[in-house]
């Protein structure tokens, strides 16, 4: 694999996104239903190759983003109170943040290599 950059000189972007559990929004004067959506998304930014990459981390619920990691800052943040306190915790636990952390290596730029002969490659 070589240093250069991503032809056509923009980022490249991967990202892997989990659902929990999906509900459809109500018909017009139909009840709620008690189902919930949860999204887990985890997302590679990949400039000039490898040499600069971001890795982002992002919790959603119902649509609304609870809480984050962004490798650029290197802690969990909360994006509202409930993920304000869940970040507190995540960002108390040294192995938690070392495993975020560790991911720019482990999850990102392992993928580059698997997945740039039938993305980047193939423009």
């Known amino acids: 694999m070589g240093s250069g950059g ?6 490249v972007l991967v ?6 559990a999906l509900g459809a929004p109500p018909a017009h004067g139909e009840e709620l239903s008690r189902i919930f959506q949860g999204a887990y998304k985890f997302e590679c ?4 190759g490898t040499e600069h990459v971001r890795y982002l981390e992002k919790y ?10 962004d490798s650029d800052v290197g802690h969990y943040v909360g ?5 304000e306190f869940q970040a507190k915790i995540w960002n108390s636990k040294e192995e938690i943040l070392e495993d975020a952390r ?3 290596d482990t999850y990102c730029r392992h993928n580059y ?4 002969p039938f993305s980047v490659d193939r423009r």
């Open 60 to 69: 959603i619920y119902n649509r609304e983003q609870l809480l984050h990691f």
């Open 15 to 20: 990202a892997l996104v989990a659902l929990v």
């Open 6 to 11: 991503a032809r056509g000189g923009g980022p």
């Open 102 to 104: 560790a991911s720019v």
């Open 113 to 116: 290599g698997v997945v740039t």
């Open 45 to 48: 930014h990949f400039l000039n």
């Open 79 to 83: 994006d509202n109170p409930v993920g």
